[in-house]
């Protein structure tokens, strides 16, 4: 497989966690960083044109599943109504070579899962439709340095450390698997240079829970 040279990467959600580890892995002295948001058509066809972007990394999302129960239309506006913005751009400039989606392997048991399961919907239909060069990921759950302290991992350790009790959801039989942070975006590297139309950053474990 002939290796993919990007010229300029715009990686969307790159103050995020899984994002943040990419970006410092890809990093180069013409790194910059735009705060904006990506459900601003404007924003997101000025910054490919101006930038000759001609590849993306599609990370930004909202994802503290924490804030369902007080607001979960912020889920389809940010995953559902920003990826579509992003690709009608793409469209509309005509100049994407690769378009890298991450996304999760979750059934829609809930809002936030709904939402990513539509934008991955929708990437595959700009990628049928249009002809937009798109490669899907579907990743575990992922843990490491600067990880925000809801979370799973960081927050049982911060709640260990306090002597406070672990809360478990259910009955406790839910299995989660879980990658380093820097393990993928040492994979996400590779999916950029050599990945196909299809990759996948997951371990199925033997019991195959679905968890939150």
């Known amino acids: 497989m002939a290796t993919y040279e990007p010229k300029n990467i715009l990686i969307t959600g790159a103050a995020g966690f899984i994002a943040f580890h990419v970006a ?34 599609h990370f930004a999302a909202q994802t503290h599943v924490d804030k369902l129960l007080d607001n979960s239309f912020e889920f389809t506006k940010n995953n559902i109504y920003g990826t579509h913005v992003l690709l009608e751009a793409c469209k509309v400039t ?18 936030y899962s709904a939402t ?12 049928r439709s249009y ?21 799973l991992i960081p927050k ?5 450390m306090r002597g406070q009790p672990l809360p478990i959801h259910g009955d406790g039989s839910n299995v989660r698997s879980y990658l380093y942070c820097e393990d993928v975006a040492e994979a996400f590297e590779v999916i950029l240079h050599k990945g ?14 679905e968890s939150d």
Not at 141 to 147: D, K, L
């Open 24 to 57: 410092n892995r890809l990093s180069s002295p013409n790194l910059k960083f735009v705060k904006g948001d990506i459900r601003s058509a404007d924003l997101v066809n000025y910054l490919l044109i101006i930038e000759s972007i001609d590849t993306i990394m």
């Open 94 to 111: 005509g100049q994407i070579r690769r378009f890298i989606h991450v996304t999760l392997q979750l059934l829609p048991t809930n809002p």
């Open 116 to 127: 990513k399961a539509g934008a991955e919907m929708l990437v595959m239909d700009y990628g």
């Open 131 to 151: 002809g937009l060069p798109v490669i899907t990921t579907r990743g575990n759950n992922v843990y490491g340095p600067n990880q925000f302290p809801e979370k």
């Open 156 to 160: 049982f350790i911060l709640l260990a």
């Open 196 to 209: 196909g139309s299809w990759s996948c950053l997951q371990h199925q474990d033997q019991k195959g829970k």
